[in-house]
């Protein structure tokens, strides 16, 4: 049996399918055999389970293991990073309530990591995966693609950009390193960024 046409946007209370055809999931509702809408988005079947779910538009983000998100460094210990998630990389809205994350020296990057000060400093700004969402939300940045997107001059607090071997600063020259995330362009994280609600 294929899926069914459901409108691409949908409104609460919108009838989506019978419940003896498919699962009623996240976004939806049942109500005597019949699943409706419960939020305003995007419906979808999934094809696996058959089940009926709503993307809600504009939803408030939620952390969740595996999920990409932007942190920024707090604080560093000897043995882990402590940050405040901002959001995560496919909505880039804030995420309410300013979660406190760790990164462990561990799973800052691969192999072997001497000091934790040597891959970021507080205010950095890192893309990290999330490893656990709960009850403590803990990251990783080991992979080549995560680590620092946004940094700024230890000395005079300018936005560094990418040189050669390491970070430069514009303003006063001053040369730093990070463990930062492959792919960052060339013209400066600072794009990177999440936007302000």
Do not use: W
């Not at 942190?71 to 405040?84: D, P, Q, S």
């Amino acid at each position: 049996m294929s899926a069914p046409e459901l409108p691409r946007l949908v409104l609460p209370g919108d009838y989506l399918g019978a419940a003896e055809e498919f699962l009623p999931g996240r976004g939806t509702y049942e109500d005597r055999g019949r699943i409706y809408a419960s939020v305003l988005g995007t419906a979808a079947v999934d094809p696996r389970d058959r089940t009926v779910r709503v993307e809600p538009k504009n939803a408030i983000p939620e952390i969740r293991d595996g999920d990409l998100v932007y942190a920024r460094v707090e604080e560093l210990k000897t043995a882990m990073a402590i940050c405040t998630v901002l959001a995560t990389a496919t909505s880039r809205r804030t995420v309410p309530g300013s979660p406190e994350g760790t990164v462990h020296i561990s799973k800052a990057r691969e192999g072997y990591t001497e000091s934790l000060s040597g891959e970021f400093a507080v205010g950095d700004i890192l893309l990290a995966r999330v490893l656990q969402a709960r009850p403590a939300v803990k990251l990783s940045t080991a992979a080549a693609t995560l680590g620092v997107v946004s940094a700024r001059c230890q000395a005079c607090h300018a936005l560094l950009t990418p040189g050669p071997k390491d970070l430069v600063c514009p303003r006063c020259g001053h040369r730093e390193h990070r463990k930062l995330a492959k792919g960052v362009p060339p013209g400066g994280p600072a794009a990177h960024e999440p936007a302000a609600e």
